[in-house]
């Protein structure tokens, strides 16, 4: 009888108890389509990415005059050993492609990582201790967010020189407004719940509370800034580089291989067609995983 009733007992807890935390997140993410797909593609992306030297079937800076404007495959004269055709100097396109998503790819995720440090640095210092050191956060962000960040990015480049890292580096330096506005906002909602009110009762010292108490409850919203501003650097790098301002040849970035194939829209539609739907598809998989980490990490109110 007391085993019966242990078992049953056991049972019925649990039953009470009902599905862990992990188990209703993770039935979330396997209910929402548009993280998986956007989750997929940013993998096979990033997958291709790293091993760009084994998939890419020809040197991607290789030039041979003799075999420029090669049409992709699925025209009449194309040919299984350029699959996407070259380009107008001879290069192997679908190489220049591959490889172009390291390029991609390491602004992206660069400009986020400088950016997001920045931002998110100022925005909770602000939402935390507010008063004055509020004010001049907000002064900040105030001056930044009146100035256009194509403009500046194109008068710095245009000045100092346009390189990878100067790309990097301004970008890094113009987008952390969006960051500080976001954490300010979640860390004054946050500052004077119980649990932080605990810590300072029993004599956290700030830099603890701040790391340990504060960080942690709002990351979900600093993860969700950081793949939106992914996707937002890499469609400006893409255009900084199509206006000749951006990463300089012979490196193969999309928005320089759109830049250097405006000539030949009309002829060799193509060239422009296979880097921008590279394009589309990454900046496209980063927002569908930044909203789908919105919806699964505060889904209250969504459907």
Aim: with cysteine; charged share 15%; proline share 6%.
């Amino acid at each position: 009888m007391s085993s019966y009733t242990t078992t049953f007992g056991a049972t019925f807890e649990e039953s009470l108890a009902g599905p862990s935390p992990g188990e209703l997140l993770r039935r979330r993410i396997r209910g929402h389509a548009g993280l998986l797909i956007g989750a997929g593609v940013l993998a096979l992306i990033v997958l291709m990415a790293f091993a760009a030297p084994w998939l890419a079937p020809q040197d991607p800076f290789a030039q041979d005059l003799a075999r420029r404007l090669i049409p992709p495959v699925w025209h009449e004269s194309g040919t299984w050993t350029y699959p996407l055709g070259t380009d107008m100097l001879g290069r192997d396109y679908l190489s220049r492609v591959i490889y172009g998503s390291r390029i991609s790819l390491l602004i992206g995720f660069s400009v986020m990582l400088i950016s997001g440090v920045i931002g998110a640095a100022l925005g909770i210092v602000a939402g935390y201790f507010g008063g004055r050191t509020d004010l001049v956060v907000t002064y900040l962000i105030t001056v930044r967010l009146s100035l256009p960040v194509i403009l500046v990015a194109l008068a710095t480049v245009a000045l100092v020189g346009s390189s990878l890292a100067m790309v990097i580096l301004v970008l890094g330096l113009l987008k952390w407004d969006r960051y500080a506005v976001v954490l300010r906002s979640a860390t004054q909602q946050v500052r004077n719940l119980d649990y932080v009110t605990a810590a300072r009762a029993i004599g956290c010292p700030t830099w603890r509370i701040i790391a340990g108490e504060v960080l942690p409850n709002v990351s979900s919203h600093l993860i969700v800034v950081a793949t939106l501003e992914m996707g937002s650097a890499i469609l400006l790098e893409a255009a900084l580089s199509f206006l000749g301002l951006g990463v300089q040849p012979p490196l193969p970035s999309w928005g320089l291989m759109i830049s250097e194939a405006k000539g030949y829209m009309f002829f060799s539609p193509w060239l422009i067609t296979i880097p921008g739907l590279a394009l589309f598809a990454l900046v496209l998989a980063i927002n569908l995983l930044g909203d789908g980490v919105r919806d699964v990490t505060a889904p209250e109110g969504r459907a």
